[in-house]
């Protein structure tokens, strides 16, 4: 039962999200340098946190796919990667915004953290062209969990060699040294941080319920059928479940 | 250091409404995607629905006809 207490996770999630736009927008004070501008943080900064979080989980989730062999592993960690790659795009589109108002530039080439973050991004953008040059969905799966592993382990280490460098235009958040966010700009922040974590959860189980009925429902036209060995399978870069009608 | 002085609200605010009407035109599109996916679900669960009336059907006359 995949899709229980979705409903129920999906109200709160809108409320959490309705209540931070709400908090950003109204109670958190202007910030003294940026202004108004600085509202984007709360989307922004919260959102490349959850995305960088994602890839780290689903290389966790690939782990436990390579040591049981249990293909509902590589679906959620496929999931995993495609929220994140989805959260990663809004990232980049609302600190070009942001970059944009407030250095007066699209994107700063020289900057570690930006560069950093595309380069995250492009890699974990080679998932699916990855997965879809493999005909046999055992080896796909395979080769795409070990692929989730490395790029999960890169992640991490590439954030903390950025964060140990020198920042040249964008500002360190929650940085043990400076850390300056006052009260209610830090629980605005806060709470952000959880909506944004509510959303990814949200469309992280929306998407596995759906994959996990769209399966049945194959494992269910073949039974009806008779032709579910027969038909030639369809190449799909999406991961195949195996033993679908066994689970619940 | 590139930084600018403070933008004044009627500047930044385009900016920060394009951002946050951005992150949601994103979160949109891809509900909206995952409603055609499922209303794909709902429509093969009509056929298999159906395919299987059809010959619980046909099961019920070949029953009378014995």
């Known amino acids: 039962m995949y899709g229980k207490g979705l409903r129920a996770l999906s109200l709160t999630t809108a409320l959490a999200v309705a209540l931070t736009l709400a908090a950003a927008l109204y109670w958190a ?24 979080c994602g890839f780290v989980a689903a290389g966790l989730m690939a782990i436990a796919h390579l040591r ?39 994107w700063v080439w020289d900057d570690p953290t930006l560069v950093s973050f595309l ?35 890169f992640v991490p280490v590439c954030f903390a060699v950025v964060r140990l460098g020198p920042s040249y235009v964008h500002p360190r958040t929650l940085d043990n040294v400076n850390s300056n966010l006052p009260g209610r700009m830090q629980v605005v922040f806060y709470l952000a941080l959880v909506s944004m974590t509510l959303l990814w959860v949200t469309l992280w189980r929306f998407e596995i319920t759906a994959k996990h009925v769209a399966a049945q429902l194959r494992a269910l036209r073949g039974l009806l059928t008779e032709q579910a060995d027969d038909a030639p399978a369809r190449r799909s870069a999406a991961p195949t479940l195996t033993g679908v009608g066994s689970e619940t | 250091m590139i930084a600018i002085a403070p933008l004044p609200l009627h500047t930044a605010g385009p900016y920060v409404a ?49």
């Open chain 2, 18 to 66: 394009g951002a946050y009407i951005a992150f949601f035109l994103i979160v949109l599109a891809y509900v909206a995607i995952m409603a055609a996916k499922l209303s794909r679900n709902e429509r093969t669960l009509r056929e298999l629905t159906e395919q299987v009336r059809r010959r619980s059907e046909g099961g019920d006359e070949e029953n009378g006809r014995r």
């Open chain 1, 29 to 52: 004070p202007n910030d003294a340098y940026l202004g108004f501008l600085q509202k984007i943080f709360y989307v922004h900064v919260p959102l490349a946190i959850i995305t960088l």
């Open chain 1, 68 to 106: 049981t062999g249990d293909s509902r592993w590589d679906v959620r960690s496929y999931v995993a990667i495609h929220i994140s790659l989805i959260f990663g795009v809004a990232v980049l589109i609302t600190g070009s915004i942001w970059a944009r108002g407030a250095w007066g530039h699209w």
């Open chain 1, 119 to 153: 380069l995250v991004m492009l890699l974990y953008a080679t998932y699916q062209p990855l997965r879809f040059a493999i005909d046999d969905p055992e080896r796909q799966a395979r080769y795409a969990s070990v692929f989730a592993v490395t790029a999960g382990v």
